[in-house]
C-alpha cells in the first residue's frame, strides 16, 4: 500500500498581534549587556521556544540522507556544505525572540527525514542540546549557547558551541560552528537581520575543509545575504567553488570553472566596455580576490547576467539604512549544480511571524500526541501555547509565574547544594531521592519525614 505522507497545519491558530512596539524603549537601559538574563515582554516573543527553533535547522534534512548516499568525500562534503547553510534560512525576516526554554525543557519531533530531541541543559548561561538522527544513515548532534550582546544600534548573537554530523557507516564525521548574527535598527528603521562570519566545516577523517565566508551587506547592499568558500583537500589544495545566499540557495563548481569563469568575463568586458564604472560603484558581487583580478580593467564581471525575482525583492525594510536588493544581478558560473534551494514561504506567512511551512508546524498537537509526549516538552508550555491563540495578557502572566517557578526551584537547588556540601553538588536532583514510578522528588528532612518537593517533570 502506498504511504500517504503526513499532513501537518499549514497556519497558526491566529494571527499576530501587530507589533508596533519599539525595541528601544526596553534596550536603552542594557548598552553592552549580555541580554539573556534580561526579561523582555511578550510582545517581542514568536510562539515558539528556542528549542523548537534550533529544530530548525532540520527542514532540509534530506540533505544529510543524500550526504551519507554520496560514493566520495567531496561530493558528501558539498550536501554537508548545503545543510549547513541551509540550517540558516528560516531566519531570514524572523525577527520575533523564541522564548527561553525553561531548565529541563525538551522538544522532540520525528519527520520522515529525521528525529530529534533537544534539551535546555543550563539555564544560566543558556545551553541547549540536541541529537538528531535518520536510521543508520547520520547523526547531528551539538550544544547552542548563544550569546546575545547590545551595541546600541545593533544586537550581535553568537551563537557559540560545536555541532557535529556523523555517517557511521562511512566512519566519518564533520564539524561546524555556526556564524553570528546581527540584528540591526534597534533604535529607529525596521529591523532586519544578516549571518555574518566564516564556518569551516572540517572532516575529520579525511581532511578534506570548507571555508564558507557570509558575507555582511556591504555597501551599496551588494553582497547582502551571500556566502561564498571553496572546498579543499587535506594539502589545502582548492578543488570546489561554493556560491549562493543563505536565504536562498547554494551552488557549487569545480574550481579550475570558476577561475575560468572570471577570466573570460574580464576579457569579455575589456572588448565590450573597456570603460565601465569602477566595481565599486556597479551591482557586482564578486569575490574579493575576482574584483582584485578586474580592478584593472575597471569592469562589472556580471552584467550580462540577471535573474528575476528572488526573495530579497519582497518586503525589504524602507529605512534609508537598510538593505536594498541586489537580485538583479547573481552569478551563475556555467557547470554549476545547485546543492540547495530554499522553499518559498507560506502565502500568509508575513501575518504569522514570518513563520516557514515547517516552523508553523513545530507547536502543533499532533493526533495521540498528549499520550507520548514528554510532559516537559515545549508544545505543553502554556506561555506559548497562549501567544499562539493570541492571548497576549494570559501569555504574559504565565511567562512571568514560569519565570518565577524556575527562579523558585534554582534557589531551592541552590540552597541543597549548600546544605549537602560538594557531595554531587552539581547534580540537580542528587541529594534528593526520585521516585521513578510517581515522577516525585522526594527530600527525606531526617526524622523519618519525607517530603514531596516537586514532581521531577512539573516545569510548567
Ligand atoms: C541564528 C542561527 C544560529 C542560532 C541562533 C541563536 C540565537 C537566535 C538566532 C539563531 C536568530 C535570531 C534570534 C536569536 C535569539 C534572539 C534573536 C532569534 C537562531 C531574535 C531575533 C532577537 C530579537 C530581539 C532583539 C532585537 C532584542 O545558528
Redesign the pocket.
Known sequence: MEKREKEYRQVLPVPMYPQDYN?WS??KNCIGKE?SKIT?PVV?NEPLS?LQ??T??MEYAHLLRLASQQPNPISRMQYVIGFAVS??AS?WE?????FNPLLGETFELEREEFRIICEQVSHHPPISAFHAEHEDDWTFHGS?H?K?K?WGKT?E?Q?KGTVTVEFPKLNEAYTWS??Q?C?HN?IVGK?W?E?CGNMEIINHSTGHRAHLTFKTAGSNNKDLHRVEGYICDEDKQKLFFIYGKWTEFIKCTEYVNYEEYCKECSQKSKKEEPRSKSPNDSPCHASKKVLQKLNSLKVSPFKSISVQGSVDDVNLPEASDVPRSDSTYSMDIPNSITIWQVKPRPLHSGDYYQFTEFAMSLNEMEQDMEKYLCPTDSRLRPDIRKLEQGDMDGAASEKTRLEEKQRCANKYRKSKKEMSGHQNGSNMISTLSLNRKTGFILENTGLDNIKIIQTFSEIF
Request: some cysteine; proline content about 9%; hydrophobic content about 60%.
Open positions: 525595541i526596553v534596550l541580554l523582555m517581542f528556542f527553533r534550533l530548525e535547522y540550517a540558516l531566519n524572523r525577527l520575533g525572540k523564541p547552542i548563544p546575545l547590545y544586537v548573537i551563537p555556526n556564524v548574527c540584528v534597534i529591523l537581520m549571518q
